[in-house]
């Protein structure tokens, strides 16, 4: 087996299943360094990991090692199309699905209300909860893959969970203007259930709301072209949420001082 190009596949199916890489050494039994060298190919994977591999992506062990097949990201609460055979599906958790959803109604019963809240300001939103409390903390708050585009980092689960969200009347579209250029908007119809966040995610996402929710989209496009992730993501591809632990300031929310 080509070394580089398996690590290239555990660290593809391990971000888009947002799954951090002390988790995964967890389930393989091995060190987070031990999953780096992995994803680097500087480690040859075991018969055992390969499969246990398999079973953390949901996947036989032929697909896991098919190089030559897309990762397309799926809500395993929604009915799909069946697959062309060229794609491989990973399923996005239902907790994942339900703190999504929660979380962005909680931003919409807070801000949604304010002119510049418009789609593209919601998405540069869920990008700093998460990656700030991935670097404070290490973990996801939700948990979204987000690509990087000229527009700034983008969650590709949005447009799904937030067509059930409608259908389920949680929430309705509003195609507005802000000044003149078209805005998408959405509105709460209900409040959001907080009961499923700790209380450090709550405060990392009021953090967030404080610091960035009086940005129009332009602004807030322009300030995440200047975060490190973003900057060090390819265009098209999924933004490392490993890549925190370079950001400069005044991203970065972390002291380190302290953990030294």
Do not use: C
């Amino acid at each position: 087996m080509d070394k580089i190009k398996v690590g290239e596949r555990i660290k593809q199916l391990r971000e888009r299943s947002a799954i951090t890489q002390q988790k995964l050494g967890d389930f393989l039994e091995i060190s987070r360094s031990a999953v780096v060298q992995l994803e680097r190919g500087e480690r040859k994977v075991s018969g055992d990991e390969l499969v246990k591999l398999s079973q953390v992506f949901n996947m036989s062990v032929e697909r896991f090692l098919d190089f030559q097949k897309d990762v397309e990201v799926i809500l395993n609460d929604t009915k799909t199309r069946k697959q062309e055979h060229s794609q491989i599906r990973i399923s996005v958790p239902q907790g994942r699905i339900e703190k999504f959803k929660e979380a962005l109604l909680y931003i919409l019963n807070k801000v949604g209300s304010k002119p510049n809240i418009g789609e593209t300001v919601i998405y540069k939103l869920l990008y700093f909860i998460d990656f700030d409390f991935y670097e404070k903390y290490e973990e996801q708050v939700i948990g979204a893959t987000f690509i990087k585009n000229r527009y700034g980092p983008t969650p590709v689960e949005f447009k799904k969970i937030v067509e059930k969200m409608i259908d389920d009347e949680d929430m309705t579209k509003v195609d507005s203007k802000y000044f003149d250029y078209p805005q998408t908007k959405y509105l709460p119809l209900r409040k959001a259930d907080m009961s499923k966040f700790k209380a450090n995610e709550i405060e990392v996402i009021h953090d967030v709301l404080n610091k960035l929710s009086d940005m129009n989209a332009t602004q807030i496009s322009e300030y995440s072209h200047n975060d490190v992730p973003w900057l060090a993501a390819e265009e098209g591809k999924p933004i490392e949420y490993e890549t925190v632990f370079y950001r400069t300031l005044p991203y970065s929310v972390r002291d380190y001082e302290e953990d030294v």
